[in-house]
């Protein structure tokens, strides 16, 4: 057994080293270094270990990502094959590997139809930026070059690049940019848990999804359709705090975009690869993109890989334009990387994960949540699909009322699941979970046991209970 003293002391090292050198994404860094980070050491399971020894349920698959759940030895040994037999090579030569190949010929058996053609990137921002430059692409080979803004919504996240953080809807990550860049507008998002608030009354969630996907009508036809290029929208706003769409919304936003011949891009990052028990959004809604993006559980974040598929009028203009596509990255196709995913896919397959998250462990965590969680005084809404699930916290449940300053009670409550060995993230005040796959029922049940605690802890804090 390892010596208390001496984990402390390696801790302590890696702290220093971290603050002296390291700054990270979304932290304040100041604060962060005072503080101190935990030094994350290993991980199996659903369950990852710090370098102090303390374990904790990772009830958000990292960043929505880890499908497979962490120490899958096939991924491993798919990676380390793949290293040793070509562990880099590029696109750009005229050239291609078999792992690339074979990887964007499995997920265009997966994808929606119309969508065979893929390009690769290595995030979820660098595919949504891609994205962009793709659809400008399309309209300058149709002759429509005054096609040139993008529409997205309201608590939308798609990404940190320039173009990405300018598609994005949450505001507070635009000023330090100056951003969003010119050509990006929003629309609102199907909020409806909000309605009351944003002032549409007790409107039931059909109308509301209608009455929102008509706001993208009237911005279209503010704008001029002659000059709105794309709706990028992902299927369940994931970092904007789980925002489900009422049934009503997504068929109306097609007949929209299709009206006014707009592109629909959808971004599957967080969405794809099972997680709302269909392989893609795509499927879980209905819906008929142009151009789709996807990353994370692509690879179960073994591996940075991320794609973009090409509907059938994108895919045919773009790979018959007869010209050189001026776009690519060093890593794109990695072969190391694509590798790691096609073993990724086959697993998720092999495994029924998909059909397991429709049928079983995804009814399982939604129905477990509201009988732990619905009437629970501190708790306005318990919403969900598959395994993403959102516990709304507000000051006034009969009244759907927030607390006066969004966020201060969702981190105070995320604290308490910290310290007491669960990650959930908050949202605002929304408490959000997005556990791997591979979940068991009873892991299931720690998992929300811990939630309710950490709650319940918060209710006791604001003088709910």
Request: a neutral charge.
């Amino acid at each position: 057994m390892a010596n208390p003293s001496s984990k402390h002391n390696q801790t302590q090292h890696w702290r220093a080293l971290d603050a002296a050198h390291h700054i990270h994404p979304f932290s304040d860094t100041a604060a962060l270094n005072k503080e101190g980070v935990r030094v994350i050491t290993r991980a199996e399971g659903i369950y990852l270990w710090d370098s102090d020894g303390n374990r904790m349920l990772d009830g958000m698959s990292g960043l929505w990502c880890v499908q497979v759940g962490y120490g899958n030895k096939e991924l491993a040994q798919a990676g380390c094959e793949a290293l040793n037999t070509l562990p880099y090579y590029n696109h750009f030569f005229k050239t291609s590997n078999p792992y690339t190949v074979e990887l964007a010929a499995k997920l265009a058996s997966l994808l929606p139809e119309g969508h065979s053609r893929v390009l690769f990137a290595n995030s979820g921002s660098e595919a949504n930026d891609s994205a962009l430059k793709l659809i400008r692409y399309y309209w300058n080979l149709r002759g429509m070059r005054e096609k040139k803004i993008h529409l997205s919504r309201e608590y939308a996240y798609h990404g940190v690049t320039m173009a990405a953080a300018s598609l994005s809807g949450l505001t507070p990550m635009h000023p330090q940019w100056d951003l969003p860049l010119p050509g990006f507008e929003k629309v609102p998002g199907p909020y409806w848990y909000g309605a009351r608030q944003a002032g549409y009354g007790d409107i039931g969630a059909d109308e509301f999804g209608v009455k929102i996907a008509n706001k993208l009508e009237e911005k279209i036809l503010a704008l001029g359709p002659e000059r709105v290029a794309s709706f990028s929208a992902e299927p369940v706003q994931g970092a904007g705090g789980l925002i489900f769409p009422p049934d009503s919304y997504w068929p109306a936003v097609a007949e929209i975009c299709a009206k006014y011949d707009v592109l629909l891009h959808l971004d599957e990052v967080i969405t794809g690869f099972g997680r709302l028990g269909e392989w893609f959004g795509a499927q879980a809604y209905g819906i008929s993109p142009d151009i789709m993006t996807m990353a994370k559980g692509l690879s179960s974040g073994y591996q940075p890989i991320s794609a973009i598929s090409l509907g059938a009028r994108m895919g045919e203009a773009i790979a018959n334009a007869g010209e050189e596509l001026v776009h690519g990255y060093t890593y794109s196709g990695h072969p190391v990387a694509s590798a790691v995913a096609l073993k990724n896919l086959e697993v998720i397959e092999r495994d029924g994960l998909v059909g397991r998250v429709r049928d079983g462990i995804g009814p399982y965590l939604q129905r477990r949540m509201r009988e732990v969680l619905a009437d629970h005084p501190l708790v306005g809404e318990v919403r969900g699909r598959g395994l993403l699930c959102a516990i709304e916290l507000v000051a006034d449940k009969k009244e759907r009322r927030f607390f006066p300053n969004p966020g201060d009670i969702g981190t105070h409550c995320r604290n308490y699941c910290f310290a007491s060995g669960l990650i959930m993230r908050a949202i605002r005040d929304t408490m959000v979970c997005a556990p791997p796959l591979t979940i068991t029922e009873r892991e299931v049940d720690e998992m929300i046991g811990l939630a309710k605690a950490a709650i319940d802890r918060t209710a006791r804090d604001c003088g709910k209970m």
